[in-house]
């Protein structure tokens, strides 16, 4: 019964992998000869599901196999917890990609307006040297500005990028009600912005220690067991699937999960504090 169930769900895994690679030769076809990947007589499954689903179906398929049942489940749970580790690390990264390039429109901006160039202007200026993922929310400013909207409703796109799009966006829209000196006040604008961007480089790079050390002891335990079960024959792996193994292992997995959500907090406090 176990090595159907194995079979059986390695097979599964190895179909979804056929269908996610046929799916995208489809794909690169229909782009070749010019047809639209719109309208779709057959309603394909994308293909990024499809390959999660592969890599689930896969990582249960290993995990009953070194650790039974638990292993069965935890496996994709764990898969789950790196993918969205990696996009909680990318969404970080590109944070600090936005923030750094809003500091360039910001010093930009400066220079533009003090030229004697209007902001309207400045705005097209700069928007023309900004990169992804800045770029496409001043292009659809710069739009919102050509078909006459009000600068004030304009930047509402940019609003929602960060806390410094929403500083930069108030500076403007002070300067627009009120006047000023528009250049000084965007080349302060511009180092507040370069600090912040600068103290949570500083914050991260203090805690990431912290970091390692959590991802060592999450993983080292559980790699270990998965050695143990994976060289040892079937005898600790029998072991898993019994009641008794399988409460140990679920007691194991629950205090290594305790230890790791520990350490994660005591590290995010520690770049909050910073």
């Known amino acids: 019964m176990i090595a159907w169930a194995y079979g059986g769900t390695a097979a599964a ?3 979804l992998a056929a269908a996610a690679a046929g799916h995208r030769e489809r794909e690169v076809v229909r782009r070749r000869v010019g047809a639209s990947t719109e309208p779709r007589l057959r309603r394909a499954v994308p293909e990024r599901q499809v390959r999660l689903a592969a890599a689930f179906a896969g ?3 290993l995990g009953w196999h070194l650790a039974g049942p638990v292993g069965a489940a935890a496996a994709p749970a764990g898969v789950g917890l790196v993918l969205r580790a990696r996009r909680e690390r ?10 750094e390039q809003l500091r ?3 010093v930009g901006l400066a220079a533009s ?3 004697g160039l209007s902001l309207r202007r400045a705005l097209r200026e700069v928007t023309l040297e900004a990169r992804p993922p800045l770029r496409p929310i001043l292009e659809r400013v710069v739009r919102r500005l050509e078909v006459g909207e009000p600068i004030a409703d304009a930047l509402a796109p940019l609003v929602q990028g960060s806390p410094d799009a929403r500083l930069l966006t108030a500076v403007l829209e002070m300067h627009q009600r009120t006047g000023g000196d528009l250049p000084v006040m965007l080349e302060e604008l511009a180092g507040t912005i370069g600090r912040r961007v600068e103290a949570r480089h500083q914050a991260r790079a203090l805690t990431a220690q912290g970091r390692a050390s959590g991802a060592v002891l999450a993983v080292l335990p559980i790699a270990f067991v998965g050695l143990l079960s994976g060289t040892s024959g079937s005898a600790l792996g029998a072991f898993y699937r019994t009641t008794l193994g399988s409460l140990l292992l679920l007691s194991g997995l629950a205090l290594e999960a305790v230890g790791y959500l520990w350490l994660r907090r005591i590290v ?3 770049e909050a504090r910073a």
Not at 90 to 99: A, H, K, M, P, T
């Open 59 to 61: 990582a249960s398929a």
């Open 90 to 99: 990318r969404s970080v990264e590109e944070r600090d990609r936005f923030d």
């Open 113 to 115: 307006t003090r030229a």
């Open 104 to 106: 360039d429109v910001a």
């Open 268 to 270: 995010r406090g520690s």
């Open 13 to 15: 895994a190895l179909l």
